[in-house]
Nanobody, 124 residues
Framework: QVQVVESGGGLVQAGGSLRLSCVVS????????MGWFRQAPGKEREFVAA????????SNVDSVKGRFTISRDNAKNTVYLQMNSLKPEDTAVYYC?????????????????WGQGTQVTVSS
């Protein structure tokens, strides 16, 4: 059974940083792309960042470009989301997702497995 488990969320002041981690078990982690999504209160879930299986291809939504970085460590079955210069509008539940495919994708339908989410709250 595939499990996707996020950690690292919390409360931070605007301008601060957090690093989210996501560990995947039950499948060959290095064969698949990974993604991060987020859902703010009262809003639809949105794409944040994605990374291909080897880490050579990444994608970020415009609102986090230059601030968030996705990376992965295939030896640890872990994907990370480094979030810098956080803003109150980054407040959301952040979800890690494991793709059906080897490439990075912004499309939710490309993802087969999802974590339970981790709360990130940025205070002003």
């Amino acid at each position: 059974q595939v499990q996707v488990v996020e950690s690292g969320g919390g409360l931070v002041q605007a301008g601060g940083s957090l690093r989210l981690s996501c560990v995947v078990s039950g499948r060959t982690f290095s064969a698949y792309g990974m993604g991060w999504f987020r859902q703010a209160p009262g809003k639809e879930r949105e794409f944040v960042a994605a990374i291909g299986r080897s880490g050579g291809s990444t994608s970020n939504v415009d609102s986090v470009k230059g601030r968030f970085t996705i990376s992965r460590d295939n030896a640890k079955n872990t994907v990370y989301l480094q979030m810098n210069s956080l803003k109150p509008e980054d407040t959301a539940v952040y979800y890690c997702a494991a793709s059906r495919y080897s490439s990075a994708s912004y499309n939710e339908n490309a993802y087969a497995y999802w974590g339970q989410g981790t709360q990130v709250t940025v205070s002003s």
